[in-house]
């Protein structure tokens, strides 16, 4: 069976990516706290030294998991918001987007992910494909502040992502290229307010937009104006041009 690995076309991108890991596993800083972290890197590096096989795949995706659980850390206060909204916590959003996102980001893109946890994700965007600017959109604020040292371990320059602590339904859209988000709600009950809230924001744009959803919920609420063009069941893409 083929891995991600035998795909020569997205072998430099996963490179890349294994470094961003194995730099965040070697940091003090955050194995200190996160020591499962370290762990799993060991188990990759062993296996990776052997060649890539489903083995490595799988010790691959377990350290990427374990980096993006760590942290998962919501005052009362905050969790109330999020279950008020029937937020999900913490869903890993996988390296196909990452892999995927390549052609539609550039120097000058503003990408923003709504509901980012411990920035993981974002944080990888710039690394792969350093742009103007990454909105890290979170509710928790210890999140944020792991994922400021997520930042400075990958050393991605501070003016190069900003932390926006705040509920996503307070953030703006109308500066952004690229908008990524894992199904932030149920769009049942209260859910279905966050939904309204981004069809509204998304009507009447003047700037193009590219959206990366995964398990989306966002499709019956876009404006006819954007053209889905890509979905294979856990990531569904669309597209505005203005």
Avoid at 160 to 170: L, Q
Wanted: charged share 25%; hydrophobic share 35%; aromatic share 12%.
């Amino acid at each position: 069976m083929d891995t991600i690995f035998d795909d020569h076309n997205t072998l430099t991108q996963l490179k890349k990516i294994e470094g961003a890991f194995l730099a965040l596993a070697s940091d003090n800083s955050i194995i200190d706290d996160f020591p499962t972290i370290a762990t799993a890197a060991k188990d990759y590096v062993s296996k990776s030294s052997q060649g890539y096989n489903d083995d490595t795949e799988i010790a691959f995706l377990n350290l990427y998991c374990e980096i993006h659980r760590s942290g998962s850390v919501y005052s009362s206060n905050e969790r109330e918001q999020l279950d008020k909204k029937n937020g999900y916590f913490n869903h890993p959003g996988g390296i196909s987007p990452l892999l995927h996102a390549k052609p539609y980001i550039d120097e000058n893109t503003v990408l923003a992910d709504l509901g980012a946890g411990n920035g993981l994700q974002g944080l990888l965007f710039q690394y792969l494909y350093p742009h103007q600017q990454t909105l890290q959109v979170e509710l928790s604020t210890e999140m944020i502040h792991i994922g400021k040292k997520f930042q400075k371990a990958l050393k991605i320059p501070e003016d190069k992502v900003r932390w926006v602590n705040d509920n996503i339904m307070n953030f703006e859209l109308d500066e952004i290229d690229f908008l990524y988000l894992y199904r932030p709600s149920k769009p049942i009950k209260d859910g279905i307010a966050l939904y309204k809230n981004l069809q509204a924001k998304l009507s009447n744009r003047n700037r193009s937009l590219t959206i990366f959803s995964i398990a989306d919920c966002l499709k019956d609420f876009l404006p006819v104006q954007y053209k889905e063009f890509y979905n294979d069941g856990h990531l569904t893409c669309f597209s505005l041009d203005c």
